[in-house]
């Protein structure tokens, strides 16, 4: 697997990522994963983002993972840390989401970009925790995007009625043992939904699932594959 530092602009600022591939692909399907919250330890070297990266690019799948202004390598505008902080902390229930969303939007244009370079287009988005918030509202509305996977998607905290209408398969995946969402808030919502849509509960598993990341990767990929399938190499 190769995993290749790239570099996108969003709102006049460099941010960072990482795309991980196989070699020898013929017009590979492509996934942007979205990190969870910055001020919850969210970056792209979360263990649920990057074991989706090698999972996926294992089984034939390009993988764009990046950082959020301010973030690792990422540029921000803040002056220094507590500003960064208060920030992110403003991203919380219904408050400042539209830096978030740009950079998500602006990660999905370059993965387009570079589908578009070797002729594929097939792409999804992938997200985890506050990261599957970010992928469900930009894949709702963005004709580009295929389907949408959500791991431990915290319903109860944001605002995704943009699923109400949203006619993309959808997968969501959930543990009984969350802090940030409930089984009852997720199956709420879900009913709202529109269809196609998957929910997966997972028992006895934290929000961080630690030692269940390779499990949630496989499910993700056979429901991509089941959308699209995978490239055939040459």
């Not at 994963?33 to 983002?49: A, E, K, R, Y």
């Not at 469900?136 to 959500?150: C, E, H, K, N």
């Not at 943009?162 to 879900?190: G, H, M, W």
């Not at 849509?197 to 028992?203: A, E, F, I, Q």
């Amino acid at each position: 697997m190769i995993d290749e530092i790239v570099h996108f602009s969003s709102d006049r600022m460099q941010l960072e990522g990482v795309l991980s591939y196989e070699e020898s692909l013929v017009a590979p399907p492509m996934v942007l994963l979205c990190s969870p919250h910055p001020n919850l330890g969210g970056d792209m070297n979360n263990n649920v983002i990057v074991a989706l990266a090698q999972e996926l690019s294992e089984r034939g799948y390009v993988t764009l993972r990046f950082n959020y202004r301010g973030v690792g390598g990422s540029e921000g505008s803040f002056k220094d840390v507590a500003e960064r902080f208060h920030y992110w902390e403003s991203t919380f229930g219904e408050g400042n989401l539209e830096g978030a969303l740009e950079d998500t939007r602006s990660a999905l244009s370059f993965l387009k970009t570079f589908a578009s370079s070797v002729k594929t287009l097939r792409l999804f988005l992938a997200g985890y925790s506050f990261g599957a918030v970010m992928a469900m509202r930009l894949g709702a509305d963005d004709d580009g995007v295929i389907a949408i996977a959500g791991i431990a998607t915290p319903v109860g905290i944001y605002n995704l009625n943009c699923l109400s209408y949203c006619k993309k398969p959808k997968l969501f995946i959930c543990s009984d043992c969350d802090f940030a969402t409930n089984v009852e808030d997720v199956r709420r919502n879900f009913e709202k939904f529109s269809e196609p849509k998957r929910l997966t509960v997972k028992t006895n598993v934290s929000h961080f699932y630690i030692g269940s990341e390779k499990e949630i990767a496989k499910e993700v990929v056979s429901f991509f594959n089941e959308v699209g399938p995978i490239s055939i190499r040459p």
